[in-house]
């Protein structure tokens, strides 16, 4: 499944962004999606996943109370609502879905990757 992340972007500190990423497949309503992020000589990081249903959302420690991942399947479309950015929230993020449906901390527990989007966040 192609999948086209949007809404990066340069923010301030204490601002907030969302981000969304549109599956190209119909099935994507049986997937789990997931959000990484990654910066530079750093394995690529865990930030939320949601499965299938839409529920049982999770998070890393780092942005929980902060990001909110949610999803609209009728648009084949997941999202991640972040706010209180600081500059360690700077990254790319990445989305990923996994087709088994269960999602995963880990990247190898998906099938699909998008491209990637910058997030900047200024002090």
């Known amino acids: 499944v192609r999948l086209v992340e949007s809404g990066g972007g340069l923010v301030q500190a204490g601002g907030s962004l969302t981000l969304s990423c549109t599956a190209s497949?119909?099935?994507?309503?049986?997937?789990?999606p997931g959000w990484f992020r990654q910066t530079p000589g750093k394995e690529r990081e865990f930030v939320a996943a949601?499965?299938?249903?839409?529920?049982?959302?999770y998070y890393a420690d780092s942005v929980k109370g902060r990001f909110t991942i949610s999803r609209d399947n009728a648009k084949n479309t997941v999202f991640l609502q972040m706010t209180s950015l600081t500059p360690e929230d700077t990254a790319v993020y990445y989305c990923?879905?996994?087709?088994?449906?269960?999602?995963?901390?880990?990247?190898?527990?998906?099938?699909?990757w998008g491209q990637g989007t910058q997030v900047t966040v200024s002090s």
């Open positions: 990923a879905a996994d087709q088994g449906g269960l999602g995963s901390r880990f990247p190898i527990g998906y099938d699909s």
């Open positions: 497949d119909r099935d994507f309503r049986h997937y789990a």
């Open positions: 949601i499965n299938w249903g839409g529920g049982g959302a």
